[in-house]
């Protein structure tokens, strides 16, 4: 069985600017939730943020990790389930190829990437697992675009905000930004206020509050 559900854009080009400084890390001072916590950054500059588009696949067939760049929107991050297969490769260079073409913002794949000095060379931002030679095939056994799916524990909805860098990967809704966005600013910005003081001669346990645990 196949499902093609309508993309779902929850944030607006002014959200996910306001969002862009956001440091996943900064987020991860205040709470445990959200976080894609295994997958790991598959080319250097690997920093992006934009609407999920999910796919769910069952492991060996791809078909529907091919389809979904017909409905994306440029700024999309494609988020992709394998249903536990950790040893496939989904995505590959000519599926590099055509998400460059569309220029979405990332992937983010629970599974594997294959031709991955291609995929560097293509530049598209990629999360992933790991690389394998081992890879998946159109067979037309079943998929799904744009249905919840999960990741590390964490479901990812259509049209979630997906927040990455270089520290990880944050999946946020309307609730989650509203609570942390402007905190997550604002801790940004005082730490340039600390690197003074500690320039200044401040100790770090002293600014933080930490040396009182050892009086």
Same mark, same amino acid.
């Given at each position: 069985?196949? /499902?093609?559900?309508?993309?779902? %854009?929850?944030?607006?080009? $002014? *959200? *996910?600017?306001?969002?862009r400084d956001v440091c996943p890390s900064t987020i991860g001072h205040m709470t445990?939730?959200?976080?894609?916590? =295994? #997958?790991?950054?598959q080319i250097e500059q690997c920093q992006f943020i934009g609407n999920a588009v999910t796919?769910? *696949?069952?492991?060996?067939?791809?078909?529907?990790?091919?389809?979904?760049?017909?409905?994306?929107? $440029?700024?999309?991050v494609v988020c992709i389930d394998m249903s536990g297969d950790y040893d496939r490769a989904c995505w590959g260079e000519m599926v590099s190829y055509m998400a460059r073409a569309k220029k979405i913002a990332g992937a983010v794949i629970d599974g594997c990437v294959t031709d991955i000095? %291609?995929? &560097?060379?293509?530049g598209v931002p990629i999360y992933a697992r790991k690389v394998s030679p081992l890879t998946t095939r159109i #067979?037309? +056994?079943?998929?799904?675009? !744009?249905v919840p799916i999960s990741i590390d524990g964490? =479901? *990812?909805?259509?049209? !979630? #905000? +997906?927040?990455?860098?270089?520290?990880? +990967? #944050?999946? %946020?809704?309307?609730? /989650?930004?509203?609570?942390? &966005?402007?905190?997550?600013?604002?801790?940004?910005?005082? $730490?340039?206020?600390?690197k003074k003081r500690i320039d200044a001669g401040e100790t770090l346990a002293a600014i933080s509050g930490a040396a009182k645990f050892f009086e």
């Open positions: 069985m196949f /499902t093609l559900n309508p993309r779902v %854009a929850c944030f607006s080009s $002014e *959200i *996910i600017e306001s969002c445990d939730f959200g976080f894609l916590k =295994t #997958l790991r950054p796919v769910r *696949i069952p492991h060996m067939d791809s078909s529907a990790v091919h389809k979904v760049f017909d409905i994306v929107q $440029e700024g999309d000095k %291609a995929l &560097r060379e293509i #067979l037309g +056994i079943e998929g799904a675009i !744009n964490v =479901t *990812i909805h259509p049209g !979630n #905000l +997906i927040i990455a860098d270089g520290d990880g +990967i #944050l999946v %946020a809704d309307e609730v /989650t930004l509203q609570e942390y &966005r402007q905190r997550a600013l604002n801790a940004q910005h005082a $730490e340039i206020d600390v």
